[in-house]
């Protein structure tokens, strides 16, 4: 159980004190070994962690129990304080995580991962941890679990934007076992809090409707005290433990310089002396050479779900991809409501019309999570409840979801997180609302992230096909559309092509239709603006086949090898020309070294406000205008 003491007794205040002179060595001697590192943090928070740590309901032997209280490192800099606490609770082997601090190939990263055995969320990039914490205690809401989420964090975030954004929605969704403690040292890496950006920490957290409890970060008793007070809280909670930087090594104590500056080999000697410890350093630079075998720990799962069958628009039918992922995203949470171990949640940003999660909303209110206009904290609330076996959708705009959500996203990917991001609005297809809202570049951003999957479906159909799809895979997946209605793809003889038949598999190629003299790779709204360019060449007697690359960063080689032996390639898409489609193919060309005609088009330049057939025209990108560029270059 959880704090379940009245208090203290003076033996285990003891024990906690001779506890704490063991991590300080630990936290000074692996920083000092390591020549970096964070010691000023690690030293304030070391009383927090103890505290949190041996009295909540975690221990070694539930490290992955549904019913464990999770703890979030919001300040994943004072890492050295937080393996030393884990390591000598037994998480792990202490001498494993002294010796191998930010080694290169050790789970022991200068900043928390998610490896480390008691390390819930990874951290680094401030600001993030109280969202992740929103995450876990509504993944515990909804699966009816008695678990508490404690998160702890530093005093110079609380400036960002983010812990704002979290704390309204830890309110507005009734997260009363959320429980946040702060270390109050009042000093960051450039100096004084108040010095480097005022903030009224305590008036934001009331003002937001949260309670507030302040006391002696460094007292056990208090600390004890006041986390216990907070369990009986019934509401969220924040704590100001109020701390000394440094705590607990006087020639340094409150010296800002020693935020992310290690002590040199004379003053660790000295701060020993102190601490009335023996120096341990030559110890661990012996063990550093070890060949060490790191704990391994599972993250993603495998849910059982009932896919269903697909829905298919028929020929004559025209709409919007956005409308087939919405329609399909209700069909599966439907098929499969009884399924309380996966459930299906969505996440929003006051854009549901737009992105047509309206439709989940109304047959699924309870699971659906108006987050508002806080894309950053939604974005980081569904990664951290996607890895808690909800079947996790976000659907944002693309300028939105990718863009303005690049860091959180990309935390999400290195936490291991099972994400459906599903973005509309992408490319000059937005239309009239001009150059801020045309998503041109979320390829060349996504391909930076080594988790995510992406996928531009063609039409409505291969929509449907592509959410049916996803909607149990492991991971992280994109899957991006435009805004506007779409004609169905249909083959050369009039049938849809993507039919109940059809299915996706990724990283496969679609022949929509074949030719002689070259091809057209697309995707996206693109695939149908390429089968006119296929019919007008038709009429001139050339032979230019389209294929639908919807996966476009991966290659299909026995596509792409079709392709290359008709002599020309054109790569043809609704994206910045560089870093999209283009680019996937220029790299594939280059490392085969192959000797083929290759044309791009693309986006070179910020769109404007107008009609997509108009913007695409514009850029160049219209069907007539390929048919002049494609002749011209077969002519010669």
Not at 224 to 243: E, F, G, Q
Request: hydrophobic share 35%; aromatic share 10%; glycine share 8%.
């Amino acid at each position: 159980m959880r704090f379940e003491k009245e208090t203290l007794s003076i033996e285990e205040i003891k024990k906690l004190e001779n506890l704490r002179k063991e991590c300080v060595r630990d936290i000074l001697t692996m920083t000092t070994l390591a020549n970096s590192g964070h010691p000023g943090g690690a030293l304030s928070s070391l009383d927090i962690y103890l505290v949190v740590f041996s009295y909540a309901n975690i221990s070694p032997s539930k490290i992955d129990d549904p019913e464990r209280d999770k703890i979030v490192i919001s300040h994943g800099h004072t890492s050295a304080g937080v393996y030393s606490v884990l390591g000598r609770l037994g998480f792990f082997d202490i001498d494993m995580a002294v010796s191998t601090f930010r080694k290169a190939g050790s789970i022991f990263d200068g900043h928390i991962v998610r490896k480390v055995p008691g390390i819930e969320w990874g951290t680094g990039n401030l600001g993030q941890g109280l969202s992740a914490g929103c995450g876990f205690a509504l993944g515990d809401k909804l699966h009816k679990r008695q678990s508490y989420t404690f998160v702890l964090m530093s005093d110079g975030e609380q400036t960002k934007g983010q812990v704002g954004e979290a704390r309204r929605f830890a309110i507005k969704y009734g997260l009363n076992k959320l429980k946040v403690i702060i270390d109050y040292n009042k000093i960051q890496i450039s100096g004084n809090v108040e010095k480097v950006m005022p903030c009224r920490i305590k008036e934001n957290y009331l003002s937001d409707g949260w309670e507030v409890i302040e006391c002696d970060g460094h007292d056990f008793s208090q600390l004890y005290l006041a986390i216990k007070k907070s369990i009986s809280i019934d509401k969220p909670v924040c704590i100001l433990a109020h701390t000394v930087m440094c705590k607990g090594v006087c020639f340094i104590e409150n010296d800002y310089r020693y935020h992310g500056k290690p002590l040199s080999e004379d003053e660790y000697k000295k701060a020993m002396e102190l601490i009335g410890l023996e120096p341990v350093l030559e110890k661990y630079r012996k063990l550093r050479e070890n060949d060490w075998k790191y704990p391994e720990r599972k993250f993603y799962f495998s849910p059982d779900l009932n896919k269903g069958n697909p829905i298919v628009y028929g020929k004559d039918e025209k709409t919007d991809n956005r409308t087939a992922y919405g329609r399909a995203l209700v069909d599966l949470a439907k098929l499969n409501k009884e399924n309380k171990e996966y459930p299906i949640v969505v996440f929003d940003c006051d854009l549901a019309t737009s992105v047509k999660t309206d439709l989940f909303e109304k047959e699924f209110p309870e699971r659906f999570f108006q987050v508002g206009v806080q894309e950053h904290n939604a974005a980081t609330i569904s990664g951290a409840i996607s890895t808690d076996k909800f079947i996790t959708f976000f659907s944002d705009f693309g300028v939105f979801g990718v863009d303005e959500t690049f860091n959180q996203q990309r935390l999400n990917d290195q936490n291991f997180t099972n994400l459906k991001l599903v973005c509309t609005h992408l490319g000059l297809d937005v239309g009239e609302d001009g150059k801020t809202h045309q998503c041109i570049d979320y390829i060349g951003i996504l391909r930076n992230l080594f988790g995510f999957k992406i996928i531009i479906p063609a039409d409505p159909n291969q929509t449907d096909r592509v959410i049916r799809y996803v909607v149990d895979k492991k991971g992280n997946w994109f899957v991006g559309m435009g805004r506007s209605k779409l004609p169905v793809i249909l083959k050369e003889n009039g049938d849809v092509f993507f039919d109940d038949k059809y299915e996706f598999e990724y990283g496969k190629a679609d022949i929509i239709r074949e030719g002689k003299d070259g091809y057209i790779l697309t995707y996206g709204c693109m695939v149908y603006r390429a089968i006119k360019v296929y019919e007008k060449l038709k009429e001139n007697k050339i032979d230019v086949g389209v294929m639908n690359f919807s996966c476009p960063t991966i290659v299909d080689e026995e596509k792409i090898e079709m392709a290359i032996k008709t002599g020309l390639i054109i790569s043809y898409e609704d994206h910045n020309i560089d870093t999209g489609l283009s680019l996937t193919i220029a790299i594939y060309l280059a490392e085969k070294n192959k000797n083929v005609k290759f044309l791009r088009f693309g986006i070179k330049n910020y769109g404007a406000s107008g009609t997509p057939d108009d913007l695409f025209k514009k850029e160049g990108l219209d069907p007539e205008n390929l048919v002049e560029k494609i002749k011209e270059v077969l002519k010669k």
